[in-house]
């Protein structure tokens, strides 16, 4: 009887640690999935998308989901660097997605490109334009292909008289080494995808860039006066 009594006891003890009467559970009790890309488009913009999708028990409430993302970039010397800094609270069974920012009041949209303003008033420095147009969450504009180049041609076809006069600061220069010529984001002209030049241009005595008539590149003295175009982030 001991004996029978024994493999019974076996038996039961089995079956309760993972025989076929135990209960199946999944050991994981909630998921959090965080993606982050960023990446340059056909025209040079460049693009992050922020995800964040999360899966938990019942029991564990249904308290909102959070996602906070802070992504900079710029450059020091030769060195270009991007930050990306990221905050996530989730306790639903939810899944969200990054939303476009808002961009400020006056801005025109140009399909396939972005959207850019034309400040013609006051004029400004090219530093204090570049400052201007990073209030606004942007940067002065960066042309990165013969599309993009279109935007400035556009506003010369508007026939603006201060524009016609004194052409625009655009977003490069060559302040870090003469007659390297680089945009604001650390880029060379080559490798941002424009480097059109006027007739006798670049002038490397001058080391801020504008634009002028056609879309073509020209330099001038940074502390000049000038119209400027700024350009939004949608990201670039």
């Not at 026939?159 to 052409?167: R, T």
Request: proline share 3%; net charge neutral; with cysteine.
């Amino acid at each position: 009887m001991r004996f029978i009594e024994y493999i019974r006891l076996l038996l039961f003890v089995t079956n309760l640690l993972g025989g076929e009467g135990a209960e199946q559970c999944d050991e994981t009790a909630g998921e959090v999935h965080f993606t982050v890309n960023s990446v340059r488009n056909v025209t040079g913009h460049r693009t992050v998308t922020a995800n964040l999708l999360s899966r938990y028990s019942r029991g564990q409430g249904q308290n909102g989901t959070g996602l906070d993302v802070h992504h900079t970039w710029g450059r020091c010397a030769d060195t270009q660097y991007e930050r990306l800094a990221t905050i996530t609270t989730s306790t639903s069974s939810t899944s969200t997605s990054l939303s476009a920012r808002p961009f400020p009041a006056g801005y025109e949209h140009f399909p396939g490109v972005g959207y850019y303003k034309l400040y013609t008033a006051p004029f400004k420095s090219w530093g204090d334009a570049q400052q201007f147009c990073q209030s606004d969450g942007g940067n002065l504009m960066v042309v990165n292909s013969e599309f993009e180049a279109e935007v400035i041609r556009k506003f010369y076809s508007r026939k603006i008289p201060a524009l016609e006069s004194a052409g625009s600061w655009i977003g490069f220069h060559d302040q870090f080494k003469p007659g390297y010529y680089v945009t604001v984001f650390g880029e060379t002209l080559s490798k941002a995808g424009y480097d059109k030049w006027d007739s006798g241009q670049p002038d490397n005595s001058k080391h801020c860039g504008y634009s002028y008539r056609q879309g073509l590149l020209r330099t001038w003295k940074c502390e000049a006066h000038l119209p400027f175009v700024c350009e939004f982030l949608t990201d670039k």
